[in-house]
C-alpha cells in the first residue's frame, strides 16, 4: 500500500486528523511538484481531496475545510472547486482569501493555450477579486490578479493601478512586468519601462517578441549600460527568427552605432531584402555603407531611399550625403 493510502487508513473516522492529513499530503504534493513528479503530485493531490472530503462530510460547517478542499479541486482543474469556493465563502463571508481564490479560479478555468477564457467572462472573477480586496488590502496575489483581470477587459487604467500596486507589494510575474513595461514605454517613463521589460525577461527568456522590444528599447533608451543587454537580447531573437526585418534592422543599427558599421551592414542589407519597402530600414542602411565609408554603395543606397520616398523624413538627409558623397 502506497504512503498516501497508509495515511487515509490511520486517519479515518476523526475530522480533525482528516484534515491534519489533508494539509501534509499537500506538502507531499507541493515537494513532487518541484521535483517534476506529475504522477506522484497527483496522487497526493487525489489522497488529500479524499482526506478533507471525509473531514467536510463529518463536519460540515468548517469554512477553512471546506476552503482547502475546494483548492484541492481548483489543483486538479476540476468544477466542483466553484461549488466548494461559493459553500467556504457563505459560512466565512469575511474571508478575503476565499474570495481570492474563487475569482482566480473563474479568472483562469477553462484557459486554452492562448490564453482565452472559455467558461467565464473575467467580470466573473472582478467581483471576487475586488470584494477580496476590500477584506483585506494587503492580499498582494489579489491586486495582480484585478491586474491581469483589468487587462482582458481593456480597462488599462485599472490594469496598470492594479498591476503597480501588487508590485509594490513584492508580488508580480511575467505578464504584469511585460504590461507595465509596454505602458511605461507608452508614456515615456523609460527607466522604468527597461525594468519592468527586463524582470518580464526572466519569465519569457525565449519570446522573439519580448526579446526585440527589451532590445530596441535599450537601444534606443537605456545608454551605455544596457548596450550590452540589447546586443544579447537582439542576437537571441535572430538567432530564433532569423528572417525578421525588425532585429535584423535593430542588431545591424547596434552595430552600427557602437563602430561596427563594416559588421553592421549585411544585416542591414539582409532586412532590407525582407523588407524593401521600410525607409527606415533603408536609412540605416544607407547610414552604415556610409560610416564604413563604401562610397558607392552609399550613394545608391541614399538614392533607393530617395526612390522609395522622395518626400519623407529622411529626404533632406539623403540628397545632403549624395551632394558631399558625389563630390
Same mark, same amino acid.
Request: net charge negative; hydrophobic share 45%; proline share 5%.
Given at each position: 500500500m502506497q504512503t498516501s493510502e497508509k495515511l487515509l487508513t490511520v486517519a479515518a473516522g476523526d475530522p480533525y486528523k482528516e484534515a491534519e492529513l489533508g494539509e501534509g499530503l499537500l506538502e507531499l504534493a507541493g515537494a513532487a511538484k518541484q521535483r517534476g513528479d506529475t504522477d506522484e503530485w497527483r496522487a497526493h493531490l487525489r489522497a488529500a481531496e479524499t482526506a478533507f472530503n471525509r473531514a467536510v462530510t463529518l463536519q460540515s460547517n468548517n469554512a477553512e475545510w471546506t476552503f482547502r478542499l475546494a483548492t484541492v479541486y481548483d489543483a486538479l482543474g476540476t468544477l466542483k472547486a466553484l461549488r466548494l469556493y461559493q459553500e467556504a465563502a457563505e459560512l466565512?463571508?469575511?474571508n478575503g482569501q476565499i474570495e481570492y481564490r474563487w475569482g482566480v479560479f473563474l479568472l483562469n478555468y477553462g484557459l486554452d493555450k492562448g490564453g482565452i477564457v472559455k467558461l467565464y467572462d473575467p467580470e466573473d472573477a472582478l467581483v471576487h477579486l475586488k470584494k477580496a480586496v476590500q477584506l483585506d488590502s494587503k492580499l498582494a496575489g489579489a491586486h495582480y490578479a484585478l491586474g491581469v483581470t483589468y487587462k482582458r477587459m481593456q480597462d488599462q487604467e485599472n490594469a496598470v493601478k492594479s498591476f503597480e500596486k501588487a508590485n509594490a507589494m513584492g508580488f508580480m510575474a511575467g505578464e504584469g512586468y511585460l504590461y507595465l513595461g509596454e505602458w511605461y514605454a507608452t508614456t515615456k517613463d523609460y527607466a522604468n519601462a527597461l525594468k519592468m521589460m527586463e524582470s518580464a525577461l526572466e519569465w519569457f527568456p525565449d519570446d522573439v517578441e519580448t526579446l526585440k522590444?527589451?532590445?530596441?528599447?535599450?537601444?534606443?533608451?537605456?545608454?551605455?549600460?544596457?548596450?550590452?543587454?540589447?546586443?544579447?537580447?537582439?542576437?537571441?531573437?535572430m538567432a530564433a527568427t532569423p528572417d525578421d526585418p525588425e532585429a535584423l534592422m535593430n542588431y545591424g543599427f547596434l552595430l552600427h552605432d557602437n563602430g561596427n558599421s563594416q559588421e553592421a551592414v549585411p544585416f542591414l542589407q539582409r532586412a532590407?531584402?525582407? *523588407?524593401?519597402? *521600410?525607409?527606415?530600414?533603408?536609412?540605416?542602411?544607407?547610414?552604415?555603407?556610409?560610416?564604413?565609408?563604401?562610397?558607392?554603395?552609399?550613394?545608391?543606397?541614399?538614392?533607393?531611399?530617395?526612390?522609395?520616398?522622395?518626400?519623407?523624413?529622411?529626404?533632406?538627409?539623403?540628397?545632403?550625403?549624395?551632394?558631399?558623397?558625389?563630390?
Open positions: 466565512d463571508p469575511n522590444d527589451f532590445g530596441f528599447l535599450a537601444l534606443k533608451q537605456g545608454g551605455a549600460s544596457y548596450r550590452p543587454k540589447a546586443l544579447v537580447a537582439l542576437e537571441k531573437a532590407a531584402e525582407l *523588407d524593401p519597402s *521600410d525607409d527606415l530600414i533603408r536609412y540605416n542602411l544607407a547610414l552604415a555603407l556610409d560610416a564604413a565609408r563604401q562610397r558607392e554603395d552609399a550613394i545608391n543606397a541614399w538614392n533607393d531611399l530617395l526612390k522609395l520616398n522622395p518626400e519623407g523624413r529622411f529626404a533632406d538627409t539623403a540628397r545632403e550625403r549624395i551632394a558631399f558623397l558625389s563630390r
